[in-house]
DNA sequence: AGCAGAATAT
DNA sequence: CATATTCTGC
């Protein structure tokens, strides 16, 4: 069946074009070096280990280890709706990551993600659809709506083959829209500690 | 010290 | 590309 393809587009449209949610994700994957030459300050950039280093030349850019990719709550959505709109089939690492086309985002970044995105999947799958919530791990997880057809079954008891969806009227898209209490934990920072090294949350959902 | 999350190795 | 293991920050 097709059908998972149909109602890909208008949520498609609203999530996909978002430069102003990418603009600090690159800010993260900014190497070092580069960040250097541009005398930026990455807060997310701990100090870089070249004690002995003069930073007079540039290395080049494929030796260069990158930082630490931190998986935000919006840059994990990206990635959920790039599986959700390309199926289960075609959602391999490398297409996935093309169709993030997040700067600085690599194969293995993804492939790592991805890797332990099913492992959630297929955690929730083994528990009841109605017992627990989530626990308080998979917070990155948890942050993202899973498409119904990642699941091999829906929430749903009956499978019912032959609805109709009339009574669902266009102007009533809300019922898809799944209003979530949302927790907002605001993900706050770890400590006040004086210093905060964690990504910035712009907590613009939509 | 123990866990969660990302990187790296098979 | 998938899975297992290791590494790192919290």
């Known amino acids: ?31 070092p070096d580069l960040a250097l030459a541009f005398n930026i300050q990455n807060p ?36 959920v709706d790039a599986v959700a709109h390309l199926g289960i089939k075609n959602a391999v690492p490398k297409t996935i990551m093309q169709l993030m086309s997040v700067d ?9 993600h991805l890797q332990k995105y099913r492992l959630y999947l297929k955690r929730m799958q083994g528990i009841s ?10 917070h990155l997880f948890a942050s993202s ?7 091999p079954r829906p929430t749903s008891d009956h499978f019912m083959p ?6 669902f009227s266009t102007d009533h898209p809300s019922f898809i829209r799944q209003p979530q209490p949302q927790p907002q934990p605001q993900h706050t920072n770890a400590e006040d500690n ?13």
Do not use: C, Y
């Open 44 to 79: 997310n950039q701990q100090a870089p280990p070249n004690s002995s280093a003069e930073e007079g030349g540039e290395e080049p850019a494929r030796t260069l280890k990158r930082p630490r990719l931190v998986w935000t709550p919006q840059l994990h959505k990206r990635f």
């Open 1 to 31: 069946m097709r059908e998972d393809d149909s109602n890909w587009f208008w949520k498609w449209e609203e999530e996909l074009p978002s430069p102003e949610d990418l603009m600090p994700l690159s800010q993260s994957l900014i190497t």
């Open 194 to 206: 004086g210093r905060k090294i964690l990504t910035l949350f712009p907590s613009a959902e939509d």
């Open 129 to 138: 659809n109605n017992t627990p919530a989530d626990a308080a791990t998979d």
């Open 104 to 112: 600085g985002l690599t194969r293995e970044n993804v492939a790592s």
């Open 145 to 151: 709506p899973v498409p119904p057809h990642f699941l």
């Open 162 to 167: 032959f609805v109709h969806f009339r009574h």
